[in-house]
Nanobody, 124 residues
Framework: QVQLVESGGGLVQAGGSLRLSCAAS????????MGWFRQAPGKEREFVAA????????SYADSVKGRFTISRDNAKNTVYLQMSSLKPEETAVYYC?????????????????WGQGTQVTVSS
């Protein structure tokens, strides 16, 4: 089992940047595929990015490619989401997710472990 705690959200102007962090408890962090999702008010949760156990492979939603970067530090049990050129429509609660399966599966069927979320608000 793993517990996840996100941080780093806040208010930023359009075009600005933020870095989100997700700290995981436990000794088995490196055994999990990690992902970021977001949910805007009145909308369904959507996939943002995923990273393999070693960090050697990444996957992104088309809408964030080239602007967002997911990374992880297994020594610190932490996954990051660097976001740049943010848009007002990306205002949402951002969640990290841990899965024991594959990156492909996480994209459509997230794992059982979620953080509490961190609010990102992008002003126009």
């Amino acid at each position: 089992q793993v517990q996840l705690v996100e941080s780093g959200g806040g208010l930023v102007q359009a075009g600005g940047s933020l870095r989100l962090s997700c700290a995981a408890s436990g000794r088995t962090f490196s055994t999990y595929i990690m992902g970021w999702f977001r949910q805007a008010p009145g909308k369904e949760r959507e996939f943002v990015a995923a990273i393999s156990r070693s960090g050697g492979m990444t996957s992104y939603a088309d809408s964030v490619k080239g602007r967002f970067t997911i990374s992880r530090d297994n020594a610190k049990n932490t996954v990051y989401l660097q976001m740049s050129s943010l848009k007002p429509e990306e205002t949402a609660v951002y969640y990290c997710n841990a899965d024991t399966g594959t990156m492909g599966r996480l994209r459509l069927h997230p794992g059982d472990y979620w953080g509490q979320g961190t609010q990102v608000t992008v002003s126009s």
